[in-house]
């Protein structure tokens, strides 16, 4: 697998009159997990809508390779980087088998029938999300936690060397969100996959992370390693929460305590900044 570089530059984007993205720089790691945090409304969805030509930028620009994604054939594009939105919508009455075979669209031509990779991907994908038994079912009889498995599947069915992911582990319980994230790991570690999600869990996103994303206010707050990111300072000027950062006992990453109005009275602490901007 070819390892791929993905750079925003100087991105500003958004919706009808109001600017979400405002001059907003970023580097992707190649072959790494990088996940992206910051408060409601800062930008995050907008930021992988725009990474993958989904939203057009209205200054700056998205450089794949090196190139503008702008000027790559739609299929290209397709074959090399994947998005799953948050919230897709099915057609109605699709079953899932269907529904995931469809991500093998960018890699058939006009007149190419359907090969024997495309049953292999397509069944590697419904064993990996655990919806092999979900495959003649059709997708809108399935609950939310069943849905979002159905929906990594089919992207993962792409087989794309870049994924990015808006909050994949949407409606899934606790158990269900690690099985999604330990597999994502094991793509990007047997295959090379870059893989870039949003994810709100702050704990997740640190042990999950090679690089951990802080958005504020439609711009790039600070990117690194977890351990220079999720910082107690952080925490405060991105989400404007008091917090206590700790050592996961199991993945040796930081972790985030926060400190409720009761605790912060009872420790003598400030109350200033607690309400999440």
Same mark, same amino acid.
């Given at each position: 697998?070819?390892?791929?570089?993905?750079?925003?530059?100087?991105?500003?984007?958004?919706?009808?009159?109001?600017?979400?993205?405002?001059?907003? %720089?970023?580097?992707?790691?190649? #072959?790494?997990?990088?996940?992206?945090?910051?408060?409601?409304?800062?930008?995050?969805?907008?930021?992988?809508?725009?990474? +993958?030509?989904?939203?057009?930028?209205?200054?700056?620009?998205? $450089?794949?390779?090196?190139?503008?994604? &702008? &000027?790559?054939?739609?299929? #290209?594009?397709?074959?090399?980087?994947?998005?799953?939105?948050?919230?897709?919508?099915?057609?109605?009455?699709?079953?899932?088998?269907?529904?995931?075979?469809?991500?093998?669209?960018?890699?058939?031509?006009?007149? +190419?029938?359907?090969?024997? #990779?495309?049953?292999?991907?397509?069944?590697?994908?419904?064993?990996?999300?655990?919806?092999?038994?979900?495959?003649?079912?059709?997708?809108?009889?399935?609950?939310?936690?069943?849905?979002?498995?159905?929906?990594?599947?089919?992207?993962?069915?792409?087989?794309?060397?870049?994924?990015?992911?808006?909050?994949?582990?949407?409606?899934? %319980?606790? +158990?269900?969100?690690?099985?999604?994230?330990?597999?994502?790991?094991?793509?990007?570690?047997?295959?090379?996959?870059?893989?870039?999600?949003?994810?709100?869990?702050?704990?997740?996103?640190?042990?999950?992370?090679? &690089? $951990?994303?802080?958005?504020?206010?439609?711009?790039? &707050?600070?990117?690194?390693?977890?351990?220079?990111?999720?910082? #107690?300072?952080?925490?405060?000027?991105?989400?404007?929460?008091?917090?206590?950062?700790?050592?996961?006992?199991?993945?040796?990453?930081?972790?985030?305590?926060?400190?409720?109005?009761?605790?912060?009275?009872?420790?003598?602490?400030?109350?200033?900044?607690?309400?999440?901007?």
């Amino acid at each position: 697998m070819k390892p791929h570089t993905l750079i925003a530059d100087g991105l500003s984007a958004g919706y009808g009159e109001a600017v979400i993205l405002d001059g907003l %720089d970023l580097a992707i790691p190649p #072959e790494k997990i990088t996940v992206i945090v910051g408060a409601n409304a800062c930008g995050k969805s907008t930021l992988l809508r725009t990474l +993958s030509r989904l939203l057009p930028a209205r200054r700056g620009k998205v $450089l794949l390779d090196g190139k503008s994604i &702008h &000027h790559l054939p739609s299929r #290209e594009l397709a074959r090399t980087l994947g998005l799953l939105p948050q919230s897709p919508i099915a057609p109605e009455g699709i079953a899932v088998a269907d529904l995931v075979s469809r991500g093998r669209h960018p890699h058939q031509g006009v007149f +190419s029938r359907w090969r024997r #990779e495309d049953d292999e991907a397509v069944a590697a994908a419904l064993a990996a999300t655990k919806t092999e038994d979900l495959a003649e079912r059709p997708v809108d009889e399935l609950s939310g936690g069943q849905r979002q498995r159905v929906w990594i599947a089919m992207a993962l069915a792409q087989e794309t060397d870049l994924l990015l992911l808006d909050e994949p582990t949407t409606f899934l %319980d606790i +158990s269900h969100q690690i099985e999604v994230l330990d597999l994502l790991t094991d793509l990007n570690q047997t295959r090379g996959t870059t893989v870039v999600m949003v994810l709100h869990d702050l704990n997740l996103a640190a042990r999950y992370a090679d &690089h $951990l994303v802080a958005m504020a206010n439609g711009r790039l &707050h600070v990117a690194g390693p977890p351990e220079a990111v999720l910082t #107690e300072e952080n925490v405060r000027q991105v989400f404007g929460l008091q917090s206590r950062i700790v050592t996961d006992p199991t993945s040796g990453r930081p972790a985030m305590l926060p400190i409720g109005r009761h605790r912060m009275i009872a420790e003598g602490l400030s109350a200033t900044n607690e309400d999440p901007a």
